[in-house]
């Protein structure tokens, strides 16, 4: 944001326009231009503007920069200021010795002023423009330094050069860390790698940020010198950043300075300090100014009516660019285009084009659709996504989203070592806290502390899902790492409550999950297949990886809730079980389905109830009477039971198995001939026999 004084901005239009401009239209200028009015404050004689200035318009942070835009939008062209007496540079004979390290400014510029009268009384018109848009006045020369800054926008510091140790300046980069106050009377502890400009007794300045009060210039200042620099954007802006300091002058040099106009505008400050408070400038001035080399741009006439829609000629488009200062000649169907020093936005082609839309005014440009012809690409991972929210929603589950980021200590809870495919070391450099400091390799922490904050605001029955991304270590990729879309589940607590027509709570157990988990995969025509392995965060006997054609998909399970009294405090409030599962959605892929007709005969359904060994698993006994014979069309487990009369290491399965044919009517032979088939396999194979 920047605030303009509305009457001195009028002083310097109508210097140069010959007329007054009213409030209303310097607003809607600014407005069209793309310069948003963010208010309009009226004080006793003026009224305040604030507008929106973005990061690329640092010439706009300046009446000289805003006044150039409303004469160029009025047809004229602002001249640009020069000191009245050309410069004389000599580095030798400068009166201050300032040595400067390669790297640390673009331009440096430094002119002494001797025998100044610094107890004159400030002008009443700058102290009033001062005042009024809330910069404090010091003194007359430090008053007329803040005065170029909010004027022509080029931030100086004025040094007592009686003050200086040595009459030496050094401007470098901080070789240790150190303190120095500034002339706030604020303590900053310079780090490192900080642009500073000391004397021989320390810091003299914060380069770009601010001054030391050890060397500041007061009202019996006599001998001063005036830095006119532009040093490192990048460096400043970190350094402010980091100490938390922002001031007039660092908010310019982070956004960029003009250096071209460095040394002209620090030898108008020192003509406006000579005429104010006498003294006599320096004849030698020091300028450190690496070579810089104009680049001219080339603009096309065909690109410019292709990206705006527009029929303008190569003539309309370099008169619409010199409407804004720039130097342009046309050559056949293009314009060879020379930017304005103080233009540092502008560095290609499509940047001259923004330009002659808003030069053309952006109400001028009729909207029209474009005419492409552009075939449809199917994207597979979004669609699979909204495939699977959609089923999820429907199925009663409530979709979450957090953060990608958990606390760095997390993998060492989970037990997770560097060998699991849940283990990553992608730690952010600069988190905002511990808590948010890893890139997440599993999405079980975030959902589990979604699930304990729920629990301590009392919902306790809950079904979550998220959508999100993991973040692994991948040797094939250019970053070392890869990002994978990923699909978590967790579920806890009653899947129905006890309430009217219903005596007790049905609670949800691990073949809620899995069934949830096998609908998803049928709804793209997959078939999944469980099998047991260890996860640092499931309970051993409750963890399985989810299979998909021979690769591993997920994994789910019962959570290890003791694991996680120490990760998360609210998860102690948990009562009941907690179940999860996580998929990687490249699983999900469609597959072409066929149409199967049911059998027009009838099936015959017949039960069995086994006494199987504990540590048979249900599946080996599906699969064993699924593969018996064609006409088994589908078997399922119907119950689970424990008879004291029975072993400790046995229990009871009821499984359901419906028989049926295509061609013709089943009869009891065909039945009783898969029977003595499965029966006896699963009692060689198994240990698994009917129950008496």
């Known amino acids: 944001m920047f605030k303009v004084s509305y009457e001195w901005l009028k002083e310097i239009v109508k210097n140069c326009v010959g007329r007054e401009v009213s409030l209303n239209e310097v607003l809607d200028l600014l407005n069209l231009q793309g310069f948003e009015v963010k208010s309009v404050q009226d004080s006793e004689s003026d009224s305040i503007i604030t507008i929106e200035v973005k990061a690329n318009r640092p010439d706009m942070l300046c009446h000289f920069g805003v006044a150039r835009e409303v004469v160029s939008f009025l047809g004229s062209e602002l001249e640009e200021l020069k000191p009245e007496k050309p410069a004389e540079k000599s580095l030798g004979n400068f009166p201050v010795d300032v040595k400067i390290e390669e790297g640390t400014c673009e331009r440096f510029t430094g002119i002494a002023i001797f025998g100044i009268d610094n107890e004159v009384k400030t002008p009443d018109i700058i102290k009033k423009r001062l005042e009024i848009l809330g910069v404090p006045c010091i003194n007359a020369a430090v008053d007329l330094s803040n005065y170029l800054l909010l004027w022509l926008g080029q931030p100086t510091h004025i040094y007592d050069i009686d003050k200086l140790s040595g009459s030496l300046l050094r401007v470098e980069r901080a070789k240790e860390t150190c303190e120095f106050t500034t002339l706030g009377d604020k303590k900053l502890e310079i780090q490192k790698g900080d642009i500073t400009i000391s004397d021989k007794n320390g810091v003299a300045c914060l380069a770009g940020i601010v001054g030391s009060k050890r060397v500041e210039v007061d009202e019996n200042s006599k001998n001063i010198m005036i830095e006119s620099a532009v040093f490192k954007k990048v460096a400043i802006r970190i350094t402010s950043k980091r100490l938390r300091t922002s001031t007039l002058s660092s908010f310019r040099f982070e956004r960029g300075v003009n250096q071209c106009s460095s040394l002209d505008f620090g030898k108008i400050l020192a003509e406006e300090i000579k005429k104010l408070c006498g003294g006599a400038i320096s004849k030698d001035i020091l300028d450190y100014f690496p070579s810089k080399s104009s680049e001219k741009i080339l603009l096309r006439t065909s690109r410019v009516n292709l990206y705006l829609g527009t029929e303008l000629t190569t003539r309309n488009v370099a008169d619409l660019l010199r409407k804004y200062g720039f130097v342009c000649s046309e050559e056949n169907e293009n314009v060879i285009v020379e930017v304005p020093d103080y233009r540092l936005d502008v560095t290609q082609e499509v940047d001259l084009i923004e330009e002659t839309a808003r030069s053309l005014g952006y109400d001028n440009i009729v909207p029209t659709m474009p005419k492409a012809q552009i075939d449809y690409l199917n994207n597979a991972s979004l669609s699979a996504s909204e495939k699977v929210r959609s089923t999820l929603l429907g199925l009663g589950f409530d979709e979450v989203v957090t953060y990608s980021f958990i606390p760095k200590d997390t993998l060492k809870i989970l037990n997770i070592e560097p060998s699991s495919p849940f283990y990553s070391d992608i730690f952010l450099q600069n988190p905002i806290s511990n808590a948010y400091s890893l890139m997440r390799p599993t999405m079980v922490y975030s959902v589990l502390s979604c699930l304990a904050y729920n629990y301590s605001v009392n919902n306790q029955n809950l079904a979550l899902f998220e959508l999100g991304r993991v973040y692994l270590r991948n040797e094939s990729c250019d970053t070392g790492c890869k990002e994978f879309n990923t699909l978590s589940l967790i579920i806890c607590g009653n899947r129905i409550d006890k309430g009217w027509g219903i005596s007790q709570e049905i ?23 469980l099998r047991s392995a260890v996860c640092p965060f499931l309970e051993g006997e409750v963890g399985f990886e989810i299979i998909i054609n021979g690769t591993r998909a997920g994994i789910v399970g019962k ?48 039960l069995y109830n086994f006494v199987c060994p504990k540590n048979v698993r249900a599946s080996e006994i599906l699969n064993t009477i699924k593969n018996s014979g064609e006409a088994v069309q589908e078997c399922v487990i119907k119950d689970l039971y424990n008879d004291k009369k029975m072993e400790k290491t046995e229990h009871s399965l009821l499984f359901e198995v419906v028989y049926r044919l295509k061609e013709r009517t089943l009869v009891s032979e065909d039945v009783e001939a898969i029977e003595r088939l499965f029966l006896q396999k699963l009692k060689e194979k198994f240990d698994v026999y009917l129950k008496n």
């Open 559 to 606: 959570i290890n809730k003791n694991m996680f009294l120490e990760l998360i405090p609210n998860v102690k409030l948990l009562r009941d079980s907690v179940f999860y599962c996580e998929i990687f959605m490249d699983s999900f892929k469609d597959i072409k389905k066929t149409l199967i007709f049911e059998s027009k005969f009838p099936p015959i359904l017949r």
């Open 507 to 529: 609670k949800y157990d691990f073949y809620d999950l899995s069934s949830v988990v096998k609908k998803l995969f049928n709804c793209f025509g997959q078939e999944m297949e």
